[in-house]
């Protein structure tokens, strides 16, 4: 057996089980409001206690790791550290507070070096956890009109030229996680985003999706790096690898 492909798979399992407790305690707290709850107060405590359910996990699980999470003050001694997991206990917000919708997530993913060697993705509100060590490569189908999912509520100019250049269609939804999920399960054919995120935004879909066989990258076709001092990271591209050469074109043009 390859240790490292154990380890990774491993990694892969304790993001899922987090990710999954978290994702519970979320549906358990928007369920529990009554009428006429403030949706930020709601937001504000799901963030919060999506954080401590996950910084608990892995304090335990993994001691010896570094954490980068939007949702606490930035440990620079992640810089140095072997492993970081990269934590959005809560992906979609906004989504979140909104009944009925399902399009928020939690991530959990792991950087080595610069890479996200594994995560996972969980989406509560479906039911659903994918990660890197199980996921599936997608069946898009016979090619047709690209349908590409982008932010619910503003598209950058990249992005919107893009659309133009492609004829493609638009398919708009909140959440990176939800988005780039999208793509896996094969319902739409890329995800792609100029608009500005940081590296907890995309490090676990990027881990899940590349596991799952799709191209991963930024716009300008360069490898997404993470654990970076600044964990800013601005673009992504998450598509079928057989459209990836005109998508990553329609964007340089």
């Not at 959990?108 to 199980?134: E, F, K, N, Q």
């Not at 069946?139 to 509520?153: K, T, Y």
């Not at 360069?222 to 970076?228: A, E, Q, S």
Request: hydrophobic residues 50%; negative net charge; charged residues 25%.
């Amino acid at each position: 057996m390859n240790a490292p492909a154990d380890t990774a798979r491993a990694d892969a399992a304790a993001a899922a089980q987090i990710a999954a407790e978290a994702g519970q305690v979320l549906l358990d707290l928007r369920d529990a409001q009554g009428p006429g709850t403030d949706a930020d107060a709601l937001r504000d405590r799901a963030d919060r206690r999506a954080e401590a359910v996950i910084a608990a996990a892995l304090a335990e699980r993994f001691p010896a790791d570094a954490v980068l999470s939007e949702e606490r003050e930035d440990d620079r001694g992640r810089l140095t550290a072997a492993r970081t997991w990269i934590v959005d206990p809560l992906d979609g917000t906004f989504e979140y507070g909104l009944p009925g919708r399902a399009d928020w997530a939690v991530h959990i993913a792991l950087a080595v070096g610069h890479v996200a060697v594994a995560g996972a993705v969980a989406l509560p509100a479906r039911g659903v956890v994918y990660d890197s060590a199980t996921v599936a490569a997608p069946d898009f189908g016979a090619p047709g009109r690209l349908r590409i999912a982008v932010s619910r509520s503003r598209t950058a100019p990249p992005v919107t030229h893009m659309l133009a250049r492609l004829d493609a269609v638009e398919v708009r939804m909140g959440s990176a996680g939800a988005k780039a999920m999208a793509v896996v399960r094969g319902e739409v054919d890329g995800y792609v985003h100029a608009g500005g995120m940081y590296q907890w935004d995309s490090a676990a879909p990027a881990a899940v999706a590349a596991a799952a066989g799709l191209h991963v990258s930024r716009i300008d076709g360069t490898p997404l790096r993470y654990n970076d001092p600044d964990p800013w990271l601005p673009d992504l591209v998450i598509c079928r690898p057989d459209a990836a050469a005109q998508i990553l074109t329609a964007l340089g043009d």
